[in-house]
Protein backbone atom coordinates (compact mmCIF):
# COMPACT_ATOMS: atom_id res chain seq x y z
CA UNK A 1 0.00 0.00 0.00
CA UNK A 2 0.93 3.69 -0.52
CA UNK A 3 3.13 5.16 2.33
CA UNK A 4 3.46 8.62 3.85
CA UNK A 5 4.03 11.22 1.16
CA UNK A 6 5.56 14.64 0.98
CA UNK A 7 5.72 16.98 -1.16
CA UNK A 8 7.30 18.82 -2.80
CA UNK A 9 10.76 16.76 -1.99
CA UNK A 10 12.98 19.75 -2.87
CA UNK A 11 11.75 23.36 -1.73
CA UNK A 12 14.65 26.32 -2.22
CA UNK A 13 13.52 29.39 -1.67
CA UNK A 14 14.99 32.91 -0.23
CA UNK A 15 14.86 34.32 3.10
CA UNK A 16 11.58 36.40 4.06
CA UNK A 17 9.73 34.30 1.71
CA UNK A 18 6.49 31.78 2.81
CA UNK A 19 6.33 28.30 2.35
CA UNK A 20 4.52 24.98 2.60
CA UNK A 21 4.82 21.79 3.03
CA UNK A 22 2.74 18.66 2.34
CA UNK A 23 2.17 15.62 4.26
CA UNK A 24 0.13 12.89 3.17
CA UNK A 25 -0.11 10.04 5.83
CA UNK A 26 -1.38 6.55 5.35
CA UNK A 27 -4.90 6.21 4.81
CA UNK A 28 -6.41 5.83 8.00
CA UNK A 29 -4.06 7.09 10.21
CA UNK A 30 -5.19 9.36 12.83
CA UNK A 31 -2.01 10.29 14.40
CA UNK A 32 0.48 12.96 12.59
CA UNK A 33 3.85 14.03 13.04
CA UNK A 34 6.41 16.81 11.80
CA UNK A 35 9.90 16.89 12.68
CA UNK A 36 12.68 18.85 11.72
CA UNK A 37 16.27 17.08 11.06
CA UNK A 38 19.67 19.11 10.77
CA UNK A 39 22.23 17.73 9.06
CA UNK A 40 24.54 15.18 11.50
CA UNK A 41 21.36 15.07 13.87
CA UNK A 42 18.32 13.27 14.79
CA UNK A 43 15.03 14.60 13.94
CA UNK A 44 13.24 17.05 15.88
CA UNK A 45 10.38 17.07 16.96
CA UNK A 46 8.18 20.05 16.20
CA UNK A 47 3.83 19.00 16.26
CA UNK A 48 1.63 15.89 16.51
CA UNK A 49 -1.82 15.98 15.13
CA UNK A 50 -4.45 13.75 16.80
CA UNK A 51 -7.00 13.81 14.05
CA UNK A 52 -7.74 17.41 13.10
CA UNK A 53 -6.15 18.96 16.44
CA UNK A 54 -3.23 19.69 17.41
CA UNK A 55 -2.20 18.01 20.77
CA UNK A 56 1.23 18.88 21.29
CA UNK A 57 2.61 21.56 19.68
CA UNK A 58 5.70 22.28 21.88
CA UNK A 59 8.27 21.70 19.38
CA UNK A 60 7.68 24.47 17.03
CA UNK A 61 10.21 26.91 17.09
CA UNK A 62 8.35 30.22 17.45
CA UNK A 63 4.98 31.49 15.96
CA UNK A 64 6.56 31.73 12.80
CA UNK A 65 5.91 27.82 11.81
CA UNK A 66 2.07 27.06 12.03
CA UNK A 67 0.58 23.60 10.70
CA UNK A 68 -3.47 22.55 10.03
CA UNK A 69 -4.77 19.32 9.38
CA UNK A 70 -8.47 20.41 8.72
CA UNK A 71 -9.72 17.00 7.37
CA UNK A 72 -7.96 15.01 9.60
CA UNK A 73 -5.77 13.46 6.91
CA UNK A 74 -3.27 16.00 4.79
CA UNK A 75 -1.41 18.30 7.17
CA UNK A 76 0.87 21.27 6.06
CA UNK A 77 3.48 22.84 7.71
CA UNK A 78 3.72 26.47 7.27
CA UNK A 79 6.85 28.49 7.50
CA UNK A 80 6.60 32.56 7.58
CA UNK A 81 9.49 35.09 7.06
CA UNK A 82 11.79 32.02 6.48
CA UNK A 83 15.39 32.38 7.67
CA UNK A 84 18.59 30.52 6.77
CA UNK A 85 18.15 28.73 10.47
CA UNK A 86 14.99 27.23 9.37
CA UNK A 87 17.20 25.41 6.59
CA UNK A 88 16.78 21.06 7.14
CA UNK A 89 14.91 18.25 6.22
CA UNK A 90 11.58 18.35 7.21
CA UNK A 91 9.97 15.30 7.86
CA UNK A 92 6.38 13.77 8.36
CA UNK A 93 5.00 10.74 10.26
CA UNK A 94 2.14 8.93 10.58
CA UNK A 95 0.19 6.60 13.19
CA UNK A 96 -2.64 4.39 14.13
CA UNK A 97 -3.43 2.78 17.31
CA UNK A 98 -2.49 -0.75 17.80
CA UNK A 99 -2.42 -2.71 20.65
CA UNK A 100 -0.03 -1.10 22.62
CA UNK A 101 -0.81 2.52 21.73
CA UNK A 102 0.50 4.48 18.72
CA UNK A 103 3.77 2.29 18.18
CA UNK A 104 5.26 2.65 15.48
CA UNK A 105 5.72 5.66 13.10
CA UNK A 106 5.77 5.52 9.32
CA UNK A 107 7.92 8.58 8.21
CA UNK A 108 7.87 10.15 4.56
CA UNK A 109 11.14 10.77 2.92
CA UNK A 110 10.56 14.69 3.94
CA UNK A 111 11.15 17.57 1.97
CA UNK A 112 14.12 19.04 2.26
CA UNK A 113 14.47 22.80 2.49
CA UNK A 114 17.07 25.34 1.41
CA UNK A 115 16.61 28.95 2.49
CA UNK A 116 19.11 30.91 0.54
CA UNK B 1 11.24 13.21 29.33
CA UNK B 2 13.10 10.01 29.46
CA UNK B 3 16.71 11.37 28.31
CA UNK B 4 18.29 8.22 25.88
CA UNK B 5 22.65 8.16 25.57
CA UNK B 6 23.79 5.45 22.95
CA UNK B 7 27.30 5.93 21.75
CA UNK B 8 27.93 8.14 18.78
CA UNK B 9 29.49 5.29 16.38
CA UNK B 10 30.07 2.13 15.87
CA UNK B 11 32.62 -0.41 13.52
CA UNK B 12 31.47 -3.93 12.15
CA UNK B 13 32.14 -6.55 9.53
CA UNK B 14 29.87 -8.18 7.49
CA UNK B 15 28.49 -11.12 9.35
CA UNK B 16 29.17 -10.20 12.64
CA UNK B 17 26.80 -10.02 15.33
CA UNK B 18 26.55 -6.11 16.24
CA UNK B 19 24.94 -4.68 19.93
CA UNK B 20 24.10 -1.57 20.24
CA UNK B 21 23.56 -0.10 24.16
CA UNK B 22 21.10 2.61 25.06
CA UNK B 23 21.05 3.96 28.32
CA UNK B 24 17.94 5.36 30.04
CA UNK B 25 17.96 5.57 33.83
CA UNK B 26 14.58 7.33 34.06
CA UNK B 27 12.49 5.30 32.04
CA UNK B 28 9.23 5.85 33.55
CA UNK B 29 6.65 2.75 34.61
CA UNK B 30 4.63 3.32 31.45
CA UNK B 31 7.41 3.72 29.20
CA UNK B 32 8.42 1.29 25.70
CA UNK B 33 11.95 1.35 24.58
CA UNK B 34 11.63 1.64 20.59
CA UNK B 35 14.10 1.86 17.78
CA UNK B 36 14.11 2.84 14.45
CA UNK B 37 16.84 2.56 11.48
CA UNK B 38 17.44 5.24 9.11
CA UNK B 39 19.57 5.72 6.37
CA UNK B 40 20.66 8.73 4.22
CA UNK B 41 18.44 10.67 2.42
CA UNK B 42 15.46 8.71 4.08
CA UNK B 43 13.10 9.12 7.06
CA UNK B 44 13.99 6.95 9.98
CA UNK B 45 11.88 3.17 9.87
CA UNK B 46 10.50 1.41 12.63
CA UNK B 47 12.97 -1.46 13.69
CA UNK B 48 11.40 -3.13 17.36
CA UNK B 49 9.87 -2.32 20.14
CA UNK B 50 9.55 -3.59 23.68
CA UNK B 51 9.00 -3.11 27.41
CA UNK B 52 10.63 -5.49 29.35
CA UNK B 53 13.06 -9.11 28.76
CA UNK B 54 13.50 -9.69 25.30
CA UNK B 55 11.44 -9.21 22.10
CA UNK B 56 12.64 -10.22 18.97
CA UNK B 57 11.36 -10.59 14.77
CA UNK B 58 12.63 -11.10 11.60
CA UNK B 59 15.03 -8.27 11.83
CA UNK B 60 16.44 -7.54 15.62
CA UNK B 61 16.21 -8.80 18.77
CA UNK B 62 15.82 -6.21 21.87
CA UNK B 63 17.02 -7.43 25.29
CA UNK B 64 15.60 -5.44 28.12
CA UNK B 65 17.15 -6.18 31.60
CA UNK B 66 15.08 -6.30 35.11
CA UNK B 67 15.11 -2.59 35.92
CA UNK B 68 14.75 -1.44 32.35
CA UNK B 69 17.52 1.54 32.56
CA UNK B 70 18.82 0.26 29.62
CA UNK B 71 17.94 -1.75 26.29
CA UNK B 72 20.18 -3.79 24.07
CA UNK B 73 19.71 -3.34 19.97
CA UNK B 74 21.21 -6.70 18.50
CA UNK B 75 21.19 -7.10 14.89
CA UNK B 76 22.74 -10.63 13.52
CA UNK B 77 25.11 -11.05 11.01
CA UNK B 78 24.92 -7.48 9.97
CA UNK B 79 25.80 -7.03 5.73
CA UNK B 80 26.68 -3.86 4.13
CA UNK B 81 23.13 -2.53 3.93
CA UNK B 82 22.86 -2.46 7.70
CA UNK B 83 25.20 0.79 7.60
CA UNK B 84 22.90 3.26 9.14
CA UNK B 85 22.44 4.88 11.96
CA UNK B 86 20.19 3.81 14.82
CA UNK B 87 17.70 5.54 17.39
CA UNK B 88 16.51 4.82 20.61
CA UNK B 89 13.54 6.02 22.25
CA UNK B 90 11.27 5.80 24.80
CA UNK B 91 8.36 6.78 26.05
CA UNK B 92 4.52 6.25 26.28
CA UNK B 93 2.58 4.89 23.75
CA UNK B 94 -0.36 6.27 24.67
CA UNK B 95 -1.80 9.18 22.93
CA UNK B 96 -2.38 12.41 23.85
CA UNK B 97 -0.83 13.96 26.73
CA UNK B 98 2.11 11.73 26.84
CA UNK B 99 3.05 11.40 22.49
CA UNK B 100 5.84 14.21 23.48
CA UNK B 101 7.67 11.16 25.40
CA UNK B 102 7.71 9.36 22.25
CA UNK B 103 9.74 12.18 20.14
CA UNK B 104 12.90 12.70 21.18
CA UNK B 105 15.28 10.90 19.04
CA UNK B 106 18.29 12.12 20.26
CA UNK B 107 21.83 12.14 18.36
CA UNK B 108 21.54 8.00 17.16
CA UNK B 109 24.37 5.33 16.68
CA UNK B 110 25.91 5.58 13.38
CA UNK B 111 26.59 1.87 12.53
CA UNK B 112 29.54 1.13 9.65
CA UNK B 113 29.46 -2.23 8.08
CA UNK B 114 32.90 -2.44 6.79
CA UNK B 115 33.55 -5.59 4.22
Known amino acids: GAGVSQTPSNKVTEKGKYVELRCDPISGHTALYWYRQSLGQGPEFLIY????????DSGLPNDRFFAVRPEGSVSTLKIQRTERGDSAVYLC??????????????FGPGTRLTVL | LAKTTQPISMDSYEGQEVNITCSHNNIATNDYITWYQQFPSQGPRFIIQGYKTKVTNEVASLFIPADRKSSTLSLPRVSLSDTAVYYC????????????????FGGGTRLMVKP
Open chain 1, 49 to 56: FQGTGAAD
Open chain 1, 93 to 106: ASSSPGVQGYNEQF
Open chain 2, 89 to 104: LVGDTSPPNNAGNMLT
